[in-house]
């Protein structure tokens, strides 16, 4: 581990979306992070200055260069590291409360990796509030949350356009398949639905899919279960693995148990036990 600054923040009132943390750090051996073992309830920002990173979303995998920032949100499905062929990877991180954790995840899934390089003034506002966090100099918890609104929101706008960007290159059928998969994955849907629906052969479904989104339709759909399952566990504990798996559109609990647990390295109720909902202002930081 080389050079490592962080901070951590706390306030009295935590009603709106701000920085509960972040730092910046030098990495250079024995860095590794695996965001479905980690406890909390936050979003992540991590940016790369020098070096190189790797991040591994499923069983996709990308090179984290400089310009380059990844979002996830904690609990999530990222595992990343430092670039095997890599000497060091220096990046800052912010770490925000939840408010905004559906719009955030919904980044993830759109654009597992933006680049900034054409963005210099987003880039000078990102480092510029990691140091206000760093030496503690916001006035007060509004400044904070004035500050993080605007990261946000100039980060949608740039998720956006980027995430728009792509899409324009996409067959506008394969859109409307992700979208029909985002908006049904509690029902009991199959490949051959939906290549009804999409007057698609079944091998046509997988091939393009896999080609744009380097997993197959299936993958997709049993990770954004697997999401939807984890968020159900944290914000309510109180429902049975059962009604978790029927919700999530897991038509058995044995299966969805199973499915839960090589995913996450986790059972259900144990993942429910150990990420109870934290208050995001009291959360303790060790990137």
């Known amino acids: 581990m080389g050079l490592n600054h962080s901070f951590q923040l706390h306030y009295d009132h935590t009603q709106y979306f701000h920085l509960i943390g972040g730092g910046n750090e030098t990495v250079t051996a ?21 070096g190189q990173g790797h991040l591994q979303i499923g069983d996709s995998h990308y090179t984290l260069k400089p310009g380059d920032a990844f ?6 499905n990222q595992i990343y590291s430092l670039a095997p062929d890599s ?17 955030w995840h919904q980044m993830t899934q759109d654009t597992p990796i933006l680049n900034f390089k054409e963005h210099p003034v987003f880039v000078k506002n990102c480092l510029a509030l990691n140091q206000i966090g760093l030496q503690n100099t916001f006035s007060d918890y509004f400044e904070n949350t004035s ?25 506008e059928w394969l859109i409307h398949y992700r979208q029909w998969l985002d908006i049904h ?28 989104y380097q997993q197959s ?3 997709y759909l049993i990770d954004l279960r697997i999401k939807k399952a984890m968020r159900l566990l944290i914000e309510h504990p109180e429902l049975t ?17 199973k499915v839960f647990h090589k995913k996450t390295m ?16 009291v959360h303790y930081f060790n990137n």
């Open 87 to 103: 000497i060091n990877w220096q990046f800052i991180y912010l770490e925000f409360s939840p408010h905004f954790i559906d719009q």
């Open 266 to 281: 986790y059972s259900p109720l144990k993942f429910a036990k150990e990420n109870t909902l934290h208050d995001s202002s």
């Open 147 to 171: 500050r993080s609104a605007q990261f946000f929101f100039d980060l949608l706008r740039i998720s956006q356009h980027t995430h728009q960007s792509a899409q324009d290159k996409y067959p």
């Open 241 to 257: 693995v059962k009604t978790v798996a029927q919700k999530c559109g897991f038509q058995s609990a044995n299966y969805f148990t």
């Open 30 to 50: 024995n860095y590794y992070w695996d965001c479905r073992q980690r406890t909390g309830n936050y979003c992540l920002f991590q940016y790369t200055i020098k």
């Open 217 to 219: 339709p299936k993958q």
């Open 71 to 76: 979002l996830a949100t904690i609990p999530g």
């Open 185 to 212: 994955y509690d029902q009991d849907i199959s490949l051959e639905d939906a290549a009804d629906i999409f007057n698609k052969s079944k091998y046509t479904l997988i091939k393009v899919f896999k080609y744009y």
